[in-house]
């Protein structure tokens, strides 16, 4: 093997790409910055209790493991920064009221995920804490499209559930713990046959109302049906409610807004309202969502929590092809006047790159399409034939 080439599912990220890419965070964490999201940078590595307490075995197993030489503990790479920053919430700043946090870095994963299907995924967020309410889930929303469309995306289309129904039907049933698991799974798949199958046992209200699951998905509507078809449990009517609200505050908004009330993503780990972003010429969701109220008990606080994450490398797949901007090549004279005039470019934003004496300086691999020549003792910038 040569010793140049990557494992599987890792690349490198070459310059025009690499500044789209920072220039799309830039653009992200200063619309955050403005919305009051401050700003943290966890650690990429953390012992393990702390970086998958509470969020799922699915979390685990994505997770690279280490032992630390420090300690003998077992540490894990991080794979998610969203239960990173519900740990900063919770222990470290410790607030008594609302705290917005927002994250931008890289995450690894055993396996490869998400729409670039890489195993590093550049994760931007934006977490609220302290707020238990539907209208701090609006707010994340609102923050998400306005994330999107800072980023040229439109045609947004944000489908969403509430695993707070499937919970209630869990608990009025008194459904065991490995026919939740089962029935998860089926409704995940949409399998109605397996549905009715798996229930058959249980009372018949549940019962009807799970199959009832697999066909709950839609627009506005199906809120309305799933308020006839479903047990009028007060989990069941706040759940509708909440997604009720949600939709009244979307639809002014260019974006399309559906339900599908069987969707689970998350169970394990949400505790409300979850959600997924898609976008006209993306194969799968430009960015997950949704209240996770239970994550701060792992680090002593149970803080209600709600917010969203996407993969900023994956928001590039669909990008039409990324390109530098043209440079100014200067020559490698020492004059004064020429450092002047090289200065006030840049501070103009014009990217400038001074000769070296005796390199090749070949204005292809420089990228460059103009030049400062000396006319008539005055710096001036000519196009280069």
């Known amino acids: 093997m040569r010793n140049w080439l990557l494992p599987e599912y890792l690349e490198d990220v070459l310059p025009a790409e690499a500044l789209r890419i920072e220039t799309l965070r830039r653009t992200l964490l200063d619309l955050f910055k403005v919305h009051g999201y401050q700003y943290v940078i966890p650690p990429m590595m953390e012992y393990m209790e702390s970086l998958i307490t509470g969020v799922g075995h699915d979390l685990d197993l994505a997770t690279f493991k280490v032992v630390d030489q420090l300690t003998g503990r077992l540490m894990g790479v991080r794979a998610d920064m969203t239960p990173q920053a519900a740990r900063i919430d919770a ?127 839609g627009d506005a509507r199906v809120l309305e049906l799933a308020a006839q078809v479903l047990p009028a449990t007060p989990a069941i009517q706040g759940a509708l409610q909440s997604l009720a609200k949600i939709s009244q505050a979307l639809t002014q908004l260019d974006v399309t807004v559906s339900f599908d009330l069987s969707e689970l993503r998350g169970y394990h780990y949400h505790s409300g309202v979850v959600f997924a972003a898609y976008a006209q010429g993306y194969k799968g969701p430009l960015a997950l969502g949704g209240r996770y109220d239970e994550v701060g008990i792992a680090f002593g606080r149970a803080r209600p929590a709600t917010g969203f994450s996407l993969d900023l490398r994956g928001v590039a797949t669909a990008l039409s092809p990324a390109t530098l901007p043209k440079a100014i090549l200067a020559p490698a004279d020492v004059d004064v006047d020429l450092a002047a005039k090289i200065d006030s470019l840049r501070s103009s934003g014009e990217i400038v790159i001074q000769a070296l004496p005796g390199a090749v300086n070949n204005v292809i691999e420089l990228n460059c399409d103009r030049e400062l020549v000396l006319r008539e003792n005055a710096w001036v910038i000519e196009f280069i034939n």
């Open 91 to 217: 222990h470290l700043l410790n607030h008594q009221g609302v705290t917005r946090l927002c994250y931008a870095g890289s995450v690894l994963r055993t396996k490869p995920d998400g729409l670039a299907q890489t195993r590093e995924p550049l994760q931007v967020g934006a977490e609220l804490y302290g707020h238990a309410g539907v209208e701090s889930d609006i707010e994340i929303q609102l923050l998400l499209i306005k994330a999107l469309h800072a980023i040229h995306i439109d045609c947004i289309h944000i489908d969403f559930s509430h695993v707070g129904i499937f919970e209630s039907l869990v608990q009025a049933g008194n459904i065991d713990v490995n026919l939740e698991q089962a029935l998860y799974k089926a409704l995940q798949s949409k399998d109605q046959s397996a549905v009715a199958e798996l229930a058959k046992g249980l009372d018949s209200t549940i019962r009807a109302a799970l199959i009832q699951l697999t066909t709950l998905n």
